[in-house]
C-alpha cells in the first residue's frame, strides 16, 4: 500500500495497519484585510479566493518577512493571516496577483514543501495538497506587472491536531494483490467520519478498462465501492483515498491519504445449490467441475444469495462457542484442524474439507451452515480460489444479508447507489 508523505506518525495507526489487509475538503474562511491586522489566531486562516491582505515590498530585493510596505509592482494577496498560530489543516493555501502575473511561488516547512502550481493565466496560485498539524510553513511568492516586480514573505503554522482528531484510512484489497471478480473496495476509518460526503469526493477509484460503480457508506467508519457488475477479468484497479487534512466533522480531520493499485484475476464464479447439493465450479463461463457437497441442516440453514470469499485459511479451529452453539450442547463442536477453509459470512459460513460428512455429501445437508465437501475436493477448490471469488447460493428461504461480510451483491445497482453520500 502506498502512503503519501502527510506528516507525524500514530502509534494509532501502526496498530490499525494490520487492518488494511486497508482513501480537498476546505473550511469555509474569511479573507485577510491587511497585514497589519491583529486578526484572532486562525482568522482569514480557511481556504477561500486569495483575495485577502495585500503583502507588497519594493521591487526585487532584501524584502523583509510580512512587510507591508506599499508594493511598487503588483499586489500579491494571500488566504492565511500573517503570523497565523492555528491555520486550519483542511486549508488550501492560495495566492494570487491583483495585476500582472505570479512568476513564483515556493512553500516550505520541516515536512518538505507544499506542493501546488500556478494557473495558466499566471494569476493565482493553488497548493494541491493540505496542510500538516502543528507544522510551520514559510512562504515566498513573486509577482511582476508592467516591469515592476513585488515578493511577499509569510511564516504560518498549521492547528495542531491530537490523535483523538485525526481519522487513518485502511484499504482492502492491498498493493498488488489480485482478486477475485466480486472483491468491494473496502475503507475502514478508526475514527468516525461524520462529514461521509466531503471525504467521498476525495475518494476515487478508476479501472482499467473502465467500469461503472459507486460508494456505499455501511457506517461512519466504513465505505465500500463496487462495479456495476462483477469486475470485467484482468482488471486494474487505482484507489485514491486523499483525505489527509479533510474535515471529516466534529472536529476531526483525515491524517494520511491512501493510494493502492490491485488486479483482478480470472473469473470464478461458484454457484452452489442447497437442493441438489452441489457446488458448479465456473471460470471465466467455462464449468470446470461439479462438487458434491452438503450444507447447513434445519435450525443451521445456509443463507442463499451471492457470497464473496474474504480469507482463506489453509487450517483453521472451528469452535461452535463462536458462533453462539454453548460447550456442552448438543450441537456443540471443538474442531482443532479443519483444512482448506474459505470465509464467506461475517458470521461464520465457511466452505471447507468436511472428510466426516462425505457420506452425505451430494445427498443430505447435515452441516451447521458450512459448505463441506471432501478433502480431495477443498484442497482442489482452494488452489484456484482467491479472495474475491463469488459464491451464488440458492435453494434455502434464508437470505443473505447485505453486511453479513461482503454481501455487496445483493443489493440492485441502483439500491447501492442510495448508500453514496453524494
Known sequence: MSVRPSG?????????????????????????????????????????????????????????????????????????????????????????????????????????????????????????????????????????????????????????????????????????ETVGVGMPVVVTFDLPVTDRA????????????????????????????????????????????????????????????????????????YQVSAKTHDMKVFENGKLLRTLPITTGKEGFTTRSGVKVIMEKFESKRMNSETVGIPQGSSESYDIDNVQWAMRVTNSGEFIHAAPWSVGSQGYANVSHGCTGMSTDNAAWLYSISRRGDVVEYTGTDRPMTFDNGYGDWNKSFKDYQGGSAL
Request: with cysteine.
Open 198 to 269: 466531503e471525504f467521498e469526493k476525495h475518494m476515487t477509484v478508476t479501472a482499467s478498462p473502465a467500469q461503472a460503480g459507486s460508494w456505499y457508506w455501511l457506517s461512519d467508519t466504513t465505505a465500500h465501492w463496487r462495479p456495476k457488475t462483477y469486475w470485467k477479468p484482468g482488471s486494474k484497479v487505482a484507489v485514491d483515498v486523499d483525505v489527509n487534512g479533510v474535515d471529516a466533522g466534529n472536529g476531526i480531520y483525515g491524517q494520511e491519504d491512501r493510494v493502492v493499485d490491485f488486479n483482478v484475476g480470472k473469473a470464478h464464479i
Open 8 to 176: 507525524r506518525a500514530s502509534a494509532r495507526r501502526l496498530a490499525a495497519a494490520g487492518l488494511a489487509a486497508v482513501l480537498g475538503l476546505t473550511m469555509a474562511a474569511c479573507s485577510v484585510g491587511s497585514d497589519d491586522s491583529d486578526s484572532a489566531p486562525g482568522a482569514g486562516a480557511g481556504q477561500g479566493d486569495a483575495t485577502g491582505s495585500t503583502d507588497g515590498g519594493a521591487t526585487g530585493e532584501g524584502v523583509a518577512e510580512d512587510d507591508a510596505t506599499t508594493p511598487v509592482g503588483p499586489a500579491i494577496k494571500l488566504n492565511v493571516a500573517k503570523g497565523a498560530p492555528a491555520v486550519p489543516v483542511s486549508t488550501l493555501v492560495k495566492v494570487a496577483a491583483e495585476t500582472g502575473a505570479l512568476t513564483s511561488v515556493a512553500i516550505s516547512s520541516p515536512e518538505g514543501e507544499l506542493p501546488g502550481a500556478i494557473s495558466d493565466d499566471g494569476v493565482s496560485w493553488t497548493a494541491s495538497e493540505r496542510l500538516e498539524p502543528g507544522t510551520t510553513y514559510s512562504l515566498k511568492a513573486v509577482a511582476e506587472a508592467d516591469g515592476a516586480s513585488s515578493q511577499v514573505r509569510r511564516t504560518f503554522t498549521a492547528s495542531p491536531l491530537t490523535l483523538d482528531e485525526q481519522t487513518y484510512p485502511s484499504v482492502a484489497p492491498l498493493q498488488g
